[in-house]
């Protein structure tokens, strides 16, 4: 029988050739571990982590004999990271529930995960799946009121203000807006800064404009947040945000910077630091009407051993600053009436066609009620009268269905001539007249008795309660049951 030579461990084994080709199919016909064996199921890229605790769950292939679990996050200052040991899972199903109280809030870059498989023919597998975002704790979102105008407002009371935990330096920014767009000015205090710089240093100081158009809240830059940079040496750039994931769970953001033209001023001061003015248009804003927008200023500054901090008005750090959810939100204030022309002619004239109503009532109010020299100059006759027609209707205050018609009949002086009277004395006609003397007693018995209020409206000559309420409101600005809760004696 033919035979083939069999290469092995310790030498040369002669096989006769079907023999050869069993032990050749047997050897394939174990199982064998595919390129890809492990994926991530939970947590899932694209919906943030909002709770305290993070579910971790992989899909695996039979091949697979047990998985470690890792994760990677930045510390609460940015500057720092941690790997951690989730925890090791020897059986299906390979998911475990990650406490993450103490862990802080992950954003812009988020947390990476690692799983590490091993195999049933001893082999190994990794599999990772970067940009798990966690907001599952509370974040402080500052706000600002950008104020219509020419120019931002350069007061310190109304600034925001730009800080680091990292950095002594002082900044402050402040928003303004007109019809051309919004403006920003920015105040950086750095005793550090000179102009004598390394090119490379000077190119990385500066001031970053990041803006939310559509207060998204996301965890991450996205392709429509407007990203404005601003260095202290160089022209404006406008940066294009292109987050993109790969099949292999890699997750980044490019970040592509394109020159932009912006009217803009920087002033240098050696040793003192620098001011920032720009421009924004309302094309570039792209706010679809809405009257705020979600905001970070950042300020770049230098320290003693020239390296680059960043200040942020959200207080945040690392690459969480670039996380919108984080950022504060401008408020665009109202446009002043008065900031139009035409407006401003419109409401001039509404003002003038006012006051000449107005003096025309006025005039037409002396005439019909007299000038206070003209009432003393009233005769004996007429005093005379009032004090009588006064006294009839004080006779009879509280009779409810009281008419000028009895006053005239107890009186014997006409019904017009009693109005005439009783106007040039008090200035009213007389049915207020009547109504205020009621509400005077009212008053009274509402203050020192506890009678109700119907009662009292009835002792009073009212028709009603309803009646009474109607000129407690005309002659008091207010109602029978506030009177008597502010005033009644106990």
């Not at 001061?269 to 570039?284: L, M, Q």
């Not at 009277?421 to 203050?447: D, P, V, W, Y």
């Amino acid at each position: 029988m033919r035979q083939h030579v069999l290469k092995i461990r310790g030498g040369h084994v002669p096989v006769p050739i079907p023999l050869y080709f069993l032990v050749i199919l047997a050897v394939n016909s174990f199982p064998q571990a595919p390129d890809q064996c492990v994926t991530f199921e939970d947590p899932k890229p694209d919906a943030p982590v909002t709770a305290a605790a993070c579910t971790v769950s992989l899909q695996t292939c039979e091949s697979v004999r047990s998985v470690m679990i890792k994760a990677h996050y930045f510390s609460e200052d940015g500057a720092t990271a941690d790997t951690v040991v989730l925890g090791s899972i020897s059986r299906p199903p390979f998911k475990l529930v990650w406490n993450i109280s103490d862990v802080p809030n992950q954003l812009g870059r988020g947390v990476t995960l690692f799983a590490v498989a091993t195999m049933k023919n001893g082999s190994a597998q990794i599999r990772k799946c970067e940009g798990i975002f966690f907001r599952h704790k509370p974040v402080a979102r500052p706000s600002y009121e950008a104020a219509y105008g020419s120019k931002p407002d350069d007061r310190r009371r109304n600034a925001m203000i730009l800080g680091s935990a990292l950095s002594h330096v002082q900044a402050n920014a402040s928003i303004a807006w007109d019809k051309t767009g919004c403006m920003f000015r920015i105040d950086v205090n750095d005793p550090l800064f000179y102009t004598g710089l390394p090119s490379k240093k000077l190119d990385s100081i500066g001031v970053e404009i990041l803006i939310d158009r559509h207060n998204r809240r996301l965890t991450h830059l996205t392709d429509d947040i407007l990203i404005l940079t601003i260095p202290v040496s160089g022209q404006p750039a406008i940066v294009h945000a292109k987050p993109k994931r790969e099949s292999d769970g890699s997750f980044a953001i490019r970040r592509i910077k394109v020159p932009y033209p912006l009217s803009s001023s920087i002033q240098k001061a050696d040793f003192k630091g620098y001011t920032i003015r720009i421009s924004i248009p309302w094309k570039e804003l792209d706010l679809r009407r809405q009257k705020s927008f979600g905001c970070n200023v950042l300020a770049r500054v230098v320290d003693e051993e020239g390296h680059i901090h960043t200040l942020s008005w959200a207080r945040q750090a690392g690459e969480a600053v670039y996380a919108p959810c984080s950022w504060g939100e401008v408020r665009l204030a109202d446009k002043p009436l008065l900031a139009d022309f035409l407006i401003a002619c419109i409401l001039s004239f509404i003002a003038g066609c006012a006051a000449g109503s107005l003096a025309i009532l006025v005039y037409r109010q002396v005439v019909r009620l007299g000038t206070p020299l003209s009432r003393f100059e009233q005769s004996e006759e007429d005093e005379r009268e009032a004090a009588i027609v006064e006294q009839a209707i004080h006779a009879q205050v509280t009779k409810t269905d009281l008419t000028i018609t009895d006053i005239s009949l107890k009186t014997a002086i006409s019904p017009k001539k009693i109005n005439r009277l009783i106007r040039r004395k008090h200035g009213e006609t007389f049915t207020s007249f009547l109504m205020r003397s009621r509400i005077e007693i009212a008053k009274e018995r509402l203050r020192s008795s506890h009678s109700s209020e119907a009662s009292i409206a009835s002792s009073c000559g009212f028709s009603s309660v309803t009646q009474m309420e109607k000129y407690f409101r005309k002659f008091y600005r207010t109602t029978p049951y506030k009177y008597r809760e502010h005033y009644q004696v106990t």
